[in-house]
T-cell receptor
Framework: EAEVAQSPRYKITEKSQAVAFWCDPISGHATLYWYRQILGQGPELLVQFQDESVVDDSQLPKDRFSAERLKGVDSTLKIQPAELGDSAMYLC??????????????FGPGTRLLVL | AQSVTQLGSHVSVSEGALVLLRCNYSSSVPPYLFWYVQYPNQGLQLLLKYTSAATLVKGINGFEAEFKKSETSFHLTKPSAHMSDAAEYFCAVSVNTGFQKLVFGTGTRLLVSP
């Protein structure tokens, strides 16, 4: 069964350092999502791609966060510089179609970030 | 704006007992509703979704949920809890703006005791 891959699974970094997370969606999935999940809360959408284009980054802190999905396949989320409040689980998800509120999102295992 | 409220951050049941996890939604248009499960240190897995085809939705692992418009609810149930059901459960609503945007609740942790 195809799965969404993410790496690394765990990352510890110091405040002000740069970190990067990688996501490989299920093959053929047009839409890719990055979420942030703070401990004890539900996931919050950071950015959504359709193919290689960003369609929603309204909740992405653009002064320190960036995301790209070159060639519309895998994606990288970067934080520079990291702050203590960035400690969270970062989840990647993908869905098959570009449109449709009923689409199923398939989630990867996540990257747990700890900023010291 | 669409939102969901999950009542109870923790629910404890005994093995074999009924599981009931509550979710109420707020939406100005017909919503699409989802239940996801998250096991420790893992991503989310879809349990079931409501897409207006039927008000009673059956999902994986014996779970089901009933959409009640009059009560703006989409509660998740399972007749008999199993130890393996212990996890975090999230209700989510999809905003109908063409492309999908899921808004999640704060989650309910299900504890199952022997």
């Amino acid at each position: 069964e195809a799965e969404v891959a993410q790496s690394p699974r765990y990352k510890i970094t110091e405040k002000s350092q740069a970190v990067a997370f990688w996501c490989d969606p299920i093959s053929g999935h047009a839409t890719l999502y990055w979420y942030r999940q703070i401990l004890g809360q539900g996931p919050e959408l950071l950015v959504q791609f359709q193919d290689e284009s960003v369609v929603d980054d309204s909740q992405l802190p653009k002064d320190r966060f960036s995301a790209e999905r070159l060639k519309g396949v895998d994606s990288t989320l970067k934080i520079q510089p990291a702050e203590l409040g960035d400690s969270a689980m970062y989840l990647c998800a993908s869905s098959l179609r570009r449109w449709g509120p009923q689409e199923t999102q398939y989630f990867g295992p996540g990257t747990r970030l700890l900023v010291l | 704006a669409q939102s969901v409220t999950q009542l109870g951050s923790h629910v404890s049941v005994s093995e074999g007992a009924l599981v009931l996890l509550r979710c109420n939604y707020s939406s100005s248009v017909p919503p699409y509703l989802f239940w996801y499960v998250q096991y420790p240190n893992q991503g989310l897995q879809l349990l079931l979704k409501y897409t207006s085809a039927a008000t009673l939705v059956k999902g994986i692992n014996g779970f089901e949920a009933e959409f009640k418009k009059s009560e703006t609810s989409f509660h998740l149930t399972k007749p008999s809890a199993h130890m393996s059901d212990a996890a975090e459960y999230f209700c989510a609503v999809s905003v109908n703006t063409g492309f999908q945007k899921l808004v999640f609740g704060t989650g309910t942790r299900l504890l199952v005791s022997p």
